[in-house]
């Protein structure tokens, strides 16, 4: 058995957490090791050691010291987080702007807290209602502090990224796949775009498969369903349904706990 114990406690440089998270501007955020667990002493910062069982035989195994800060901060790195969100986490302090608002980041923060219980999301609301922010909060949280495979994709980029991988002939599931197969996946903006038969037909890919997997997916969107408006409303306002077609928004409603906010943009300031 692997001694564990904690890593980095004293050290000042990452607070004892064994990492930092850069705020450089890069693409995607990003988490480094701290100095306290590259440099391990009992892996010699390799992140793996030699164990010996009962019949002598040595294997390898993560290093009980520094390994799983390794792998969380492997997590932080791979989910893709846009820079402009580096060190944003679910905990942080937000003002809640009203009621519906304070409901959403109550049901986040217990998604996180009781993670994997809790049904996945769908943020809806009017833009700059810290939606985006909410969503980025929980994967960071749920990679540095669980280790769980989270990526983010922004829906209108992604269909950018296809729509370059077809001209250079790169296969179509080479971008949707690992989207598909990811632990928790975030698609941030769904609903932006033209809403072409195409576009919505990734979108259909995406969410059926996710949905007969069971897989967490949380959404955010500047629509919202049919049903949360007003009966008189429901005419003249274009809502999610109309964005992305019936099917895929009853999987979704299906999937995901519904959380709509309401109120002004945070952005603006008041
Ligand atoms: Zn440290
Ligand atoms: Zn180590």
């Known amino acids: ?3 564990r114990r904690h890593i980095a406690t004293g050290c000042r440089t990452c607070s004892g957490r064994g ?3 850069s705020t450089e501007n890069d693409q995607y955020a990003r988490a480094q090791l701290c100095g306290c667990v590259s440099e391990c002493a009992d ?5 793996t050691v030699f164990l010996e069982n009962e019949r002598g035989y040595r294997y390898l195994e993560r290093c009980g010291t520094c390994g799983v800060v390794r792998l969380k901060v492997r997590r932080y790195n791979n989910a893709k987080i846009p820079s402009k969100f580096a060190g944003v986490l679910q905990s942080d302090d937000i003002d809640p702007r009203g009621q519906s608002q304070l409901d959403a980041m109550t049901y986040v923060k217990s998604f996180v807290d009781k993670y994997p219980e809790e049904k996945g999301f769908l943020l809806m609301g009017g833009p700059g209602l810290a939606k985006t922010r909410l969503a980025v909060g929980a994967i960071a949280e749920l990679t540095l ?3 769980v495979e989270c990526v983010f994709t922004d829906f209108f980029f992604l269909l950018g990224d296809l729509r370059e991988a077809y001209s250079a002939g790169i296969p179509e599931n080479e971008i949707i796949g690992p989207l598909i197969n990811a632990e ?3 698609i941030d903006e769904m609903g932006k775009g033209r809403s072409s038969e195409w576009e919505q037909n990734i979108l259909d890919q995406l969410i059926s498969k996710r949905y007969n997997s069971s897989k967490k997916t949380l959404v955010t969107t500047n629509y919202v369903a049919r049903d949360s408006l007003p009966k ?3 005419n003249n306002t274009e809502v999610l349904e109309d964005r992305v077609g019936e099917r895929i928004a009853s999987r979704l409603y299906e999937m995901c706990a519904p959380l709509f906010i309401e109120g002004s943009d945070y952005r603006k300031g008041d």
Do not use: F
């Open 1 to 3: 058995m692997a001694r």
């Open 19 to 21: 990492y930092m998270i």
């Open 43 to 47: 892996c010699g910062g390799s992140g």
């Open 145 to 147: 502090q669980k280790a």
């Open 184 to 186: 928790i996946l975030v």
């Open 232 to 234: 008189k409303s429901r």
